[in-house]
């Protein structure tokens, strides 16, 4: 067994060594334990630190593309390296290392196939409340567009099984952390959480910039992920949403036409009949994204099959 820790690494040289010095090199259930960065476009010696402080393996992104791309590079990496289970991580050492094995553990005892390590949100000093009320709303949203129990929703510690990294694929560009979650409760992956800690933040965050940009992407997020996955149920209450009015305002006109009324009020008829039409049409709209959505997962599936037939040709080659 082998299990791979992943860092996607944006200058990070001078976070990096702390880092990389409270990784393990063995855990229990693996055979090997190797470390893998992703290095997304950095200006500085990211790479050279790395390799200084014992990296296996690096995988050199063109230029900067990002958490969710540099994401993906080093989960397909991870594979073609020979990964049984990958664990990512921060390269700025927000995350205690030791948590690693309660990371994997659920995984080894096939429990589940994604484990996410949830942090002490309401004990973390530095959080201020307002984040504290972001994270836990954010997370809540989460749960209920994924249909799954992760009580830190944007925590990027977490633990990856071969079976489910072949199946994972992060159409989002801000980051990969709610997106995965959406997408493991849609194709059915088994996923939990288990309780980790964070050490003192060495830097400021580079995801959240601000308060304000951070709900409005995460929201975008969301909201792209629901409609991706869950179009049915996103569009049925759009929907229902626009045609409840008219049929509230064609209840009216009936009313006031039962009562000989009628002909002044014919503009309920007309808003009414409009709005219902709307209300139809986006639920048609409904129907057709989720046969839309039932081909992506179909094709989720035949890239994981392929994925694995490329790599286990690759393994036998070797």
Same mark, same amino acid.
Not at 93 to 118: E, F, H, M
Not at 160 to 176: C, G, H, K, N, P
Not at 231 to 236: A, D, E, G, K, V
């Given at each position: 067994?082998?299990?791979?820790?992943?860092?996607?690494?944006?200058?990070?040289?001078?976070?990096?060594?702390?880092?990389?010095?409270?990784?393990?090199?063995?855990?229990?259930?693996?055979?090997?334990?190797?470390?893998?960065?992703?290095?997304?476009?950095?200006?500085?010696?990211?790479?050279?630190?790395? /390799? %200084?402080?014992?990296?296996?393996?690096? +995988?050199?992104?063109?230029?900067?593309?990002? &958490?969710?791309?540099?994401?993906? !590079? =080093?989960?397909?990496?991870?594979?073609?390296?020979?990964?049984?289970?990958?664990?990512?991580?921060?390269?700025?050492?927000?995350?205690?290392?030791?948590?690693?094995?309660?990371?994997?553990?659920?995984?080894?005892?096939?429990?589940?196939?994604?484990?996410?390590?949830?942090?002490?949100?309401?004990?973390?000093?530095?959080?201020?409340?307002?984040?504290?009320?972001?994270?836990?709303?954010?997370?809540?949203?989460?749960?209920?567009?994924?249909?799954?129990?992760?009580?830190?929703?944007?925590?990027?510690?977490?633990?990856?099984? /071969? %079976?489910?990294?072949?199946?994972?694929? +992060?159409?989002?560009?801000?980051?990969?952390? &709610?997106?995965?979650?959406?997408? !493991? =409760?849609?194709?059915?992956?088994?996923?939990?959480?288990?309780?980790?800690?964070?050490?003192?933040?060495?830097?400021?965050?580079?995801?959240?910039?601000?308060?304000?940009?951070?709900?409005?992407?995460?929201?975008?997020?969301?909201?792209?992920?629901?409609?991706?996955?869950?179009?049915?149920?996103?569009?049925?209450?759009?929907?229902?949403?626009?045609?409840?009015?008219?049929?509230?305002?064609?209840?009216?006109?009936?009313?006031?036409?039962?009562?000989?009324?009628?002909?002044?009020?014919?503009?309920?008829?007309?808003?009414?009949?409009?709005?219902?039409?709307?209300?139809?049409?986006?639920?048609?709209?409904?129907?057709?994204?989720?046969?839309?959505?039932?081909?992506?997962?179909?094709?989720?599936?035949?890239?994981?099959?392929?994925?694995?037939?490329?790599?286990?040709?690759?393994?036998?080659?070797?």
């Amino acid at each position: 067994m082998k299990l791979i820790i992943q860092i996607p690494c944006f200058n990070e040289e001078g976070t990096l060594p702390e880092t990389l010095a409270d990784l393990p090199r063995e855990v229990a259930g693996f055979d090997v334990v190797e470390w893998l960065i992703i290095n997304d476009g950095s200006s500085d010696r990211t790479v050279e630190v790395a /390799r %200084e402080n014992g990296v296996d393996h690096v +995988v050199e992104m063109p230029h900067n593309q990002g &958490l969710a791309a540099a994401f993906m !590079a =080093g989960i397909e990496a991870c594979l073609a390296a020979g990964a049984d289970v990958i664990i990512n991580t921060d390269g700025d050492n927000q995350y205690r290392a030791d948590g690693i094995p309660a990371l994997t553990a659920p995984i080894l005892a096939k429990q589940a196939q994604i484990v996410v390590g949830s942090r002490p949100i309401g004990s973390i000093e530095h959080f201020s409340p307002i984040k504290r009320g972001l994270q836990k709303l954010g997370s809540w949203v989460v749960r209920k567009a994924s249909g799954t129990n992760i009580s830190d929703a944007p925590s990027g510690f977490r633990a990856i099984s /071969r %079976e489910a990294a072949m199946q994972l694929y +992060v159409f989002d560009t801000y980051t990969y952390t &709610l997106e995965t979650i959406i997408q !493991a =409760g849609r194709l059915g992956i088994p996923i939990m959480s288990v309780p980790i800690e964070v050490n003192d933040p060495t830097r400021e965050s580079r995801l959240i910039k601000s308060v304000r940009g951070y709900i409005i992407r995460s929201s975008k997020t969301i909201l792209r992920m629901a409609v991706l996955y869950k179009p049915l149920r996103f569009f049925s209450w759009l929907a229902l949403i626009m045609a409840l009015p008219g049929l509230i305002a064609f209840a009216r006109f009936l009313y006031l036409y039962s009562i000989g009324q009628g002909d002044g009020n014919i503009q309920s008829l007309i808003i009414g009949a409009a709005l219902i039409a709307a209300g139809t049409i986006t639920f048609v709209g409904g129907l057709v994204a989720d046969l839309i959505a039932a081909n992506r997962v179909l094709s989720a599936e035949i890239r994981s099959r392929l994925l694995k037939m490329e790599l286990d040709r690759a393994a036998s080659n070797k």
